[in-house]
């Protein structure tokens, strides 16, 4: 069995909780070196809760993500720099644990289930990214055999999250694969800060940026939703910042630069990147600890430090979203092994978005902010007048290809482990299971003569 190779001597439980009936499990999400996660276990449990049925075509976005057609004052705001076409691919695959006792074989188990639906975040795009969801492509596998290509997507998720539903039935077997390829489009940002400053709080936000400022469902997944922007320790330390004055007494922009230095200062990076390992160096998931933890102890992961961002302007009342992407900056072009620990920077990078609304042209955009690139910069953060690289500008985000708004999926399902992205859901019991990730992109030629730059895993 793979034991992770925590970063981290946290320990969680996994934890199930029941909401409607449903049992609904949540991984583990850090365990000591010494010991091995506990694998998830349930009664009995029905797949109507992971992902309705399709509400919409692939290319059609439903009425969340819909924009007005007119003229905005934030059509200018946010402008493409240059521009790289990319397709991400991701494998991820289970199996059983294997289970050993001394002085004995390993006990070998299966994968089996009735039923089960497996789902994995298809974004329609980013302030930095746009995919090509005509092209997307993504297949079932178990025990190596096609099982199930075609999936049904659901749109109206937080924060503007898409997730695609695979469907497997009657199934016994000793691995279950999972593989996407998604074609984007990822560009540098170059943001109008003197403009957007005149960008007033509306009285209504968008149904997408708006969805951003409900809590996460059910509230008490701390594993699964580490945005936990209500807790008092957030809220505590947004007043402080605040001098206890209404934090949208000045506009939105201004507070979100202001905001965002603050966490800069506040947050001091921990040792490691947040990510977990298994015994032959694959990638299990991604240790996170609530954004509550992180600003009460001022530490945290790089993703934790923008858990914290994120949670600290929804707390403020600017809707805001974690955006998590795979960054190919550090050996574009190179063939390298996917998430080496001796590289000097991060494969798996997020980032925070806030949203900007015209009421009146019925338009959102979108304005990243990297809290972690800043820090980077120096601990202190710079005049409030001067220009910040990666707030709003930002010239690496070409290379970095967005996975995800979330950690793992907004809707009931279980990963083993730890959080990454994809999630499933079996039934009449969830699975004693492992899971493992790896990842690659291809560049696409930009013009005649131009070959394709590959990144691949081992």
Not at 201 to 206: E, F, G, K, L, R
Not at 409 to 414: I, Q
Not at 429 to 456: C, F, I, R, Y
Request: net charge positive; hydrophobic share 35%; proline share 8%.
């Amino acid at each position: 069995m793979d034991t992770p190779l925590s970063r981290r001597s946290a320990t969680r439980k996994i934890v199930l909780m029941s909401a409607a009936g449903l049992a609904l499990p949540l991984v583990a999400h850090a365990q000591p070196r010494d010991k091995k996660p506990k694998p998830a276990s349930a009664p009995a449990t029905r797949l109507s809760q992971p992902v309705a049925p399709a509400t919409t075509q692939p290319g059609q976005p439903s009425a969340m993500h819909q924009q007005g057609t007119g003229s905005s004052v934030l059509d200018k705001l946010l402008k493409r720099g240059r521009e790289d076409d990319w397709t991400l691919k991701i494998d991820i695959t289970v199996r059983p644990y294997q289970h050993v006792e001394a002085d004995s074989a390993p006990i070998l188990t299966d994968l089996r289930f009735k039923e089960a639906a497996i789902v994995f975040p298809v974004l329609y795009g980013s302030a930095s990214h746009a995919v090509d969801v005509e092209n997307f492509a993504g297949r079932v596998s178990f025990n190596e055999d096609p099982a199930d290509e075609v999936p049904d997507y659901k749109d109206d998720y937080q924060g503007g999250s898409r997730i695609a539903k695979w469907t497997l039935k009657d199934k016994v077997g000793h691995e279950m694969g999972l593989r996407v390829e998604i074609p984007m489009t990822c560009w540098e940002t170059v943001f109008d800060e003197r403009a957007a400053n005149g960008i007033k709080w509306p009285a209504v936000w968008s149904p997408i940026a708006q969805s951003t400022l409900r809590p996460d469902q059910p509230r008490n997944r701390p594993v699964t939703a580490p945005i936990d922007y209500m807790a008092r320790p957030v809220m505590d330390l947004v007043k402080a910042w605040t001098d206890g004055k209404n934090p949208q007494a000045i506009p939105p922009v201004k507070l979100a630069k202001f905001l965002a230095g603050k966490v800069q200062e506040h947050v001091q990076p921990g040792e490691g990147e947040g990510l977990e390992f298994g015994k032959m160096g694959q990638l299990i998931g991604i240790n996170l600890q609530t954004a509550s933890e992180t600003v009460a102890s001022g530490k945290g992961s790089p993703h934790d430090m923008t858990n914290a961002l994120c949670a600290v302007y929804r707390a403020a009342g600017l809707p805001a979203r974690t955006v998590i992407g795979y960054d190919v900056r550090e050996n574009k072009g190179e063939d390298s092994g996917f998430l080496k620990k001796n590289r000097g920077g991060l494969e798996i990078k997020s980032w925070v978005e806030f949203a900007l609304y015209d009421e009146g042209a019925n338009k959102t955009i979108w304005i990243p902010v990297d809290v972690v690139r800043m820090r980077a910069q120096g601990s202190k953060s710079r005049s409030l007048d001067s220009a910040w690289k990666y707030f709003g500008t930002h010239d690496e985000l070409d290379d970095v290809m967005p996975i995800s708004f979330h950690y793992h999926p907004p809707t009931s399902v279980v990963a083993h482990g730890y959080p990454c992205f994809w999630g499933w859901l079996t039934a009449p019991t969830l699975q004693n299971a492992k899971q493992a990730v790896t990842m690659s992109a291809t560049s696409t030629p930009k013009g005649p003569g131009e070959k394709k730059k590959k990144k691949t895993t081992r």
